[in-house]
């Protein structure tokens, strides 16, 4: 497994549906785990040190609220861990946002952007770092990236057809 991923609750999974795909487009095996850094702190620890043990590299976590999940993670591991954000009631999300972001010095987690886009841009980021030793995953990186930009240049040949 190259990724691990843990959502603090069910309903986080909604955000996580994309990056899954994402990975298995790309060809990067990951498993899902629901755990919480409040609510079950141990097995948070454990599933950290077996994810390390079946080979993850990449940590994404996937939490709201005061979304202490990401930092949870990366005071465990020494691995990349990526924080996605969630939105929820009351804030909307900046709480999360800053509890994500915020980490104290020494400790890093990269933080990505609220919700369903956050947790596609974790994916590909994990892709990214993965890819800095697997030639055959950059280049589907790059093809990835050709891609979004032909689909831009679609955009724009439909808004102004030529004459």
Known sequence: ??????IG??????IVKDALGLLDQFGV???LEVTSAHRSPERTRRLIQASEEKGARVFIAVAGKAAHLAGFVAAHTVAPVIGVPVESPGLGGLDALLSTVQMPKGVPVATMGLGRAGGSNAALLAVAILSLKNPRL????????KSLAAQVEDASRKVHPPK
């Open 138 to 145: 950059k280049k589907k990186l790059e093809d990835y990236r």
């Open 1 to 6: 497994m190259d990724v691990a991923i843990f």
């Open 9 to 14: 609750s069910e309903s986080d999974h909604e």
């Open 29 to 31: 095996s990951h498993e």
